[in-house]
C-alpha cells in the first residue's frame, strides 16, 4: 500500500465544509482535477452507500467510477472506497482550527507499485481537489 497525503485550510466552519462534501449537487461541481466535469448516476451519501459516477475531462474522454462510502461521521470524517482499478481508500477529515477548517486528505492506493506509477497524476489531482472544494465552500459563502 501507498499513501498520498495533503492538507488544506479553509476560512469557513467545519459544518460549511461538511456540507460542501455531503451534498450531491454540490460534490458533483467540485470534485475531481481542474478542467473535470461530472454525472452522477447515484449518490447515497452514508455509511455503506453506493457513489457511482461518470468524470468527464476537459479532453472529451469519460472515466466510469463505482464508490462506496465506508464512513461517514458528520461533520468530521468521510471514508471512501474507490471499488474499480485503481483501488483506493480516500479519508477526508475535518478539524476546526484558528479562522476555519483544516482538511486533512489521505489516499491510500491498495497496489504500491501502481501508486508510484501514478503519483504525478495523483498528487497534483488531490491538489487541485483541495483547490475545487475551497472554491466551492468560498462561493457558497458569497452566494455567488
Known sequence: MHTFTTARHIPATVDRVFAAI????RLARWWGPAGFTNTFEVCEFRAGGRWAFVMHGPDGRSYPNENRFA???PPSRVVIEHVLQPRFRLTIGLTADAG???VAWAQTLEDADLARK??????PANEQNLDRLSAEVLRDASGT
Open 22 to 25: 455531503a451534498d450531491p449537487a
Open 71 to 73: 464512513d461517514v461521521e
Open 100 to 102: 476555519g477548517t483544516a
Open 118 to 123: 501514478l503519483e504525478p497524476i495523483i498528487v
